[in-house]
T-cell receptor, first 113, second 112 residues
Framework: NAGVTQTPKFRILKIGQSMTLQCTQD?????MYWYRQDPGMGLKLIYY???????DKGEVPNGYNVSRSTTEDFPLRLELAAPSQTSVYFC????????????FGPGTRLLVL | RKEVEQDPGPFNVPEGATVAFNCTYS??????FFWYRQDCRKEPKLLMS???SGNEDGRFTAQLNRASQYISLLIRDSKLSDSATYLCVVTLPSGGSYIPTFGRGTSLIVHP
């Protein structure tokens, strides 16, 4: 099992550009999550999904969009990049509910200039 | 008041010391509790879940105090390799579901 994989590892964007952060898990987990982590801070939940076709907002969803067409994939879309979106983005999955252990991907470092 | 609060530290301790961290949460309806460990520039990984009766895993002991709304992590006989950030996670009720909420983490530095 590869677990949770994320691409790219690092990206520099210009203000106003768009990009999609990819996340894939091969553990057949129902729940998937996107977080951002700013320096010296904890993780903040952006969006989460309880299964294919179902997504919901977390604490900081503004400026982002998600989709979940398959169990395995949960891409995060930034439409108009802003400097405030400079952060490290982590994708995670859990078997069934948030009460279960979350498994994290290695993260994507995004710099918006 | 933040929903999940941790002292950011850093806690600077010598090898072999015992160190304890606390994490407070504001919502009494919180359901599940965890400690994750995060090494520098890496993803968080589960250290241990926290159960009502308390639980132990080797040198690590976790406790939950629902009355005072905090969880704790005790590390005995600290090793250099324990140096990391320890993240408290609490699942909070939100619109009929529960979502995980992270504290900002407590930094631990174990020195020789």
């Amino acid at each position: 099992n590869a677990g949770v994989t994320q691409t790219p590892k690092f990206r520099i964007l210009k203000i106003g550009q768009s990009m999609t952060l990819q996340c894939t898990q091969d553990m057949n987990h129902n729940y998937m999550y996107w977080y951002r982590q700013d320096p010296g801070m904890g993780l903040k939940l952006i969006y989460y999904s309880v299964g294919a076709g179902i997504t919901d907002k977390g604490e900081v969803p503004n400026g982002y969009n998600v989709s979940r067409s398959t169990t395995e994939d949960f891409p995060l879309r930034l439409e108009l990049a802003a400097p405030s979106q400079t952060s490290v983005y982590f994708c995670a999955s859990s078997v069934d509910t948030p009460r279960e252990t979350q498994y994290f991907g290695p993260g994507t470092r995004l710099l918006v200039l | 008041r933040k929903e999940v609060e941790q002292d950011p530290g850093p806690f600077n301790v010598p090898e072999g010391a015992t160190v304890a961290f606390n994490c407070t949460y504001s919502n009494s309806a919180s359901q599940s509790f965890f400690w994750y460990r995060q090494d520098c520039r890496k993803e968080p990984k589960l250290l241990m879940s926290v159960y009502s009766s308390g639980n132990e895993d080797g040198r690590f002991t976790a406790q939950l105090n629902r009355a005072s709304q905090y969880i704790s992590l005790l590390i005995r006989d600290s090793k250099l390799s324990d140096s990391a950030t320890y993240l408290c996670v609490v699942t909070l009720p939100s619109g009929g579901s529960y979502i995980p909420t992270f504290g900002r983490g407590t930094s631990l530095i174990v020195h020789p």
